[in-house]
């Protein structure tokens, strides 16, 4: 039995046989070919990329309205990257000078290509390199039965397996939905990455960023993954197969269980209402926030409407997917304003002249929009020009200082009055809240209250920033702990300054949908919790196993905690 960690990624257990989708370029044969066969090998190559042109196209059709349109500008990307003409010229003219087969030649061009890209300095274009590793590997998995490529299988051939892959595309992710698979590992990606959310959106459990350790599982060995712990468990003996059966059997049983929730009040044990709103990132994920009775999206992540295409989204593309996810919802929908930048490099377009050394603190969220009016404003006009369509709010970003908020509150006046003149109906009181996710902002809280409808603290920003760790370094993740004294004293300032201004206080960072914190968030005074809508029903059960009374009687002895074994054992006993 061999026992491999990683990031685990949506909830549950998966036990079944493992598939080795070999995305592995160093594997790709080289052998030489005859003189005379050079012109059928260019053929095959030909070939090879129409096929993998038209699985693209197809793909497109098959599944019509369900892609994103993120995921359709990627399709398409890919599709015009096939057609450029260098692909084959230059893979041809290696076969014919070197008499190679087509897969090696290709592979060849691919690699260059992908070193151009990871060379250039702007990371946008340098990110393009996985693109081109992407198309390369379509046209491989095309040509031969030995390269298996996702898609290249017949439909129903992954059902029940568990995917093993270097990484996913979303054009991968699209495939994967045609297939009952009931798992998948990845060499790549953090927690935070396409691939997390899928596994989320599935509920599948998944496990992420496994690097060179995925080398040491083959297809066919049975594995058990553990999303919520990141743990493999390859070829598994009797005992921790039961053990693990077991396990699942109750995840199973308490999931069920779970949905007698579904309908019943979000109150604790004391009579206190708690609102549960979910988080989003795309627009198709609110019908199941609505079938999950969320009271409304507390975070709508417009950014990744915003990746995977050239050009950035118009204020009028925008327009309609904010109507959309507002007429889904009858509860309101908090639309966060663009947090590109950081861990989310996307450009939509614009060209960036400067490498930040430091991304997470450089021009990023609310810094980046109030630098680029370009791409700002059309965001605000679609925004306010939604508002009609729904219960609308309206959420900014990273703020750290008023001189922000200044500038945001002259933009809208200036929005609002390009509107008006030009009789455009939209709701002028729009409320505007601000993400509390940099520490200067959770210590400066009653300034920021005072000056905003409502506040929503932002744990995964605000663990990264007062911890110093990088939120998408494994490296450090050791380091992440949402229950330091001073995350705990910081948040604590937050709801306080929140309730002194009468400003509603939410939290929509994965603190706020993690059960083991509920009750210690509940006891500092938080009576809005948004999160993963997957994760609502059980933070719904704590609350109305809970007295918060008697839990904010707790708080004086876990805020005066030091220790971190004395704060771990007073959570323990918070949650008992
Ligand atoms: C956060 O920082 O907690 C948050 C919800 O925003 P994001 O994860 O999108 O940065
Ligand atoms: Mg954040």
Redesign the pocket.
């Given at each position: 039995m061999l026992a491999l960690h990683g990031t685990g990624v949506g909830a549950g257990i998966a036990v079944g046989r493992a598939r080795i989708i070999n995305r592995n370029s160093d594997k790709i044969s080289q052998y030489t070919i005859a003189q005379e066969h050079v012109n059928k090998e260019i053929e095959r190559l030909e070939r090879g990329i129409e096929t993998a042109q038209h699985s693209l196209l197809e793909l497109g059709k098959q599944f019509g309205k369900e892609i994103p349109d993120e995921v359709r500008a990627l399709l398409e990307a890919h599709s015009l990257m096939l057609k450029d003409p260098l692909i084959l010229q230059e893979s041809s003219r290696l076969i014919s000078e070197q008499w190679v087969n087509a897969e090696f030649a290709l592979n060849q061009y691919g690699m260059r290509l992908e070193r151009v890209f990871e060379q250039i300095q702007d990371p946008y274009l340098s990110s393009k390199s996985i693109d081109v590793a992407q198309v390369i590997q379509r046209v491989l998995g095309a040509m031969t039965d030995s390269q298996e490529a996702i898609g290249g299988q017949p439909e129903g051939t992954y059902d029940g397996e568990i995917i093993i892959v270097n990484d996913l595309t979303p054009a991968d992710t699209i495939e994967l939905r045609k297939h009952q698979i009931i798992g998948f590992v990845t060499k790549l990606g953090g927690p935070?990455s396409h691939t997390a959310i899928l596994a989320r959106s599935m509920k599948i459990p998944a496990i992420v960023g496994m690097h060179g350790s995925v080398g040491y599982l083959r297809t066919g060995d049975l594995l058990i993954i553990d999303g919520k712990r990141g743990v493999i468990l390859a070829n598994p003996d009797d005992q921790a197969l039961a053990a693990y059966q077991r396990r699942r059997e109750k995840i199973i049983r308490r999931t069920q269980a779970l949905e007698t929730l579904r309908d019943a009040e979000s109150v604790s044990l004391d009579g206190q209402r708690i609102m549960l709103m979910s988080?989003v990132e795309l627009p198709d994920e609110v019908s199941y926030s609505v079938k999950q009775n969320a009271e409304g999206v507390g975070?709508y992540?417009t950014?990744f409407m915003f990746m995977n295409r050239e050009q950035m989204p118009d204020e009028e593309e925008q327009l309609e997917v904010y109507k959309q996810v507002l007429e889904k919802s009858d509860c309101p929908v908090t639309i966060?304003t663009l947090?590109l930048g950081a861990d989310?490099q996307v450009d939509g377009g614009r060209s960036a002249d400067h490498q930040s050394t430091n991304p997470a603190l450089g021009l990023r969220a609310i810094r980046l929009c109030l630098h680029d009016l370009g791409l700002f404003k059309p965001q605000l006009r679609a925004i306010y020009r939604a508002s009609v369509f729904g219960k609308a709010r309206m959420m900014v970003?990273m703020i750290s200082n008023v001189e922000e908020l200044n500038q945001l509150f002259k933009l809208i006046d200036e929005v609002k009055q390009e509107l008006a003149e030009q009789k455009c109906p939209f709701d002028s009181t729009l409320q505007v809240g601000g993400?509390i996710?940099v520490p200067a902002a959770a210590i400066a809280a009653d300034i920021f209250a005072r000056k905003l409808d409502f506040l929503?603290?932002?744990?995964?920003?605000?663990i990264?920033y007062t911890l110093a760790i990088d939120r998408i370094d494994d490296e450090v993740n050791y380091l992440y702990d949402p229950i330091h004294p001073s995350i705990l004293r910081l948040v604590k300032n937050v709801i306080d300054a929140g309730f002194d201004a009468g400003v509603p206080v939410s939290m929509?960072?994965?603190?706020a949908g993690d059960p083991a914190y509920t009750r210690i968030l509940l006891a500092l005074g938080l009576r809005e919790f948004s999160m993963d809508p997957a994760r609502l029903l059980e933070v719904k059960q704590i609350i109305r196993m809970s007295d918060v009374s008697q839990l904010k009687m707790a708080l004086p002895k876990f805020m005066n905690a030091t220790e971190p074994e004395e704060l771990r054992q007073q959570l323990v006993e918070l949650n008992q």
């Open positions: 935070t988080n975070l992540r950014e966060r947090d989310k970003p993400m996710e929503s603290i932002g744990t995964n920003d605000l990264q929509c960072g994965e603190m």
